[in-house]
């Protein structure tokens, strides 16, 4: 296992990749780690399991894990090389939490290109932290990745789509499972440029975008 300082580059000028609004777009300090033929987001060392997308939440959506109706997040990653918008891989994750008002436990369930996952959390604090963290979430095949390239990684997290059309994307893509590799997605796969670069109004309760510092593999 390879851990990948993924820091400010001091020697990296920022990326001159025109996005329509970087003020909606939120820097996200990212740290990654090699494990076996994935690169993985990894939880920084000596704080929270990390990156968290907790600011997709505002105090009532947060509240709203309460009323015994489902909150669903979509997560999209993109890897891509600095100063382009081609990406070089691609993930989609479908998140779902529910409480149980009767048994009084929140359930949580995953769907990703590894397949589904079911939690129970008793305590809100744990549940909320589970949905939110991305810890450990494969983003790329290092295969994809060449050493002393430079890349950023950009995600677009959902709450609560309203557009059908956006589940039955994510839907379609995970239900191919993990054989064509995470590179799969055709159309779905490059909306990274409407998405990040020109930008619609999105159908959402709450939308939020972030992208990472650069950070490339060093050579062994």
Not at 85 to 106: G, H, K
Not at 142 to 150: F, H, R, S, W
Not at 170 to 180: D, F, H, I, K
């Amino acid at each position: 296992m390879k851990l990948l300082l993924a820091i400010a580059l001091v020697a990296i000028a920022a990326t001159s990749l025109a996005y329509a609004d970087d003020d909606d777009v939120v820097l996200q300090r990212v740290r990654f780690v090699e494990r076996g033929a994935m690169l993985h987001i990894a939880a920084p060392t000596g704080s929270p399991p990390g990156p968290s997308i907790n600011k997709l939440f505002d105090q009532a959506s947060y509240e709203a894990l309460d009323t015994g109706f489902t909150s669903t997040v979509i997560i999209r990653l993109w890897v891509y090389p600095r100063d382009s918008t081609d990406p070089v891989a691609f993930v989609a994750l479908e998140r779902q939490v529910l409480y149980d008002i009767w048994d009084e436990v929140y359930e949580l369930k995953f769907n990703g290109p590894t397949g589904k996952k079911v939690f129970k959390e008793k305590r809100k604090a744990e549940a909320f932290k589970k949905l939110t963290s991305l810890e450990d979430t494969a983003i790329a095949r290092l295969a994809d990745l060449p050493y002393g390239k430079v890349f950023n990684l950009a995600m677009e997290i959902e709450l609560n789509p309203v557009s059908k059309e956006t589940l039955a994307q994510v839907r379609r893509w995970l239900s191919q499972g993990t054989g064509g590799g995470l590179d799969r997605g055709g159309a779905f796969f490059g909306s990274f440029v409407s998405v990040f670069v020109n930008p619609k109004i999105a159908e959402a309760d709450r939308v939020l975008r972030m992208r990472s510092q650069p950070f490339y593999r060093p050579r062994p």
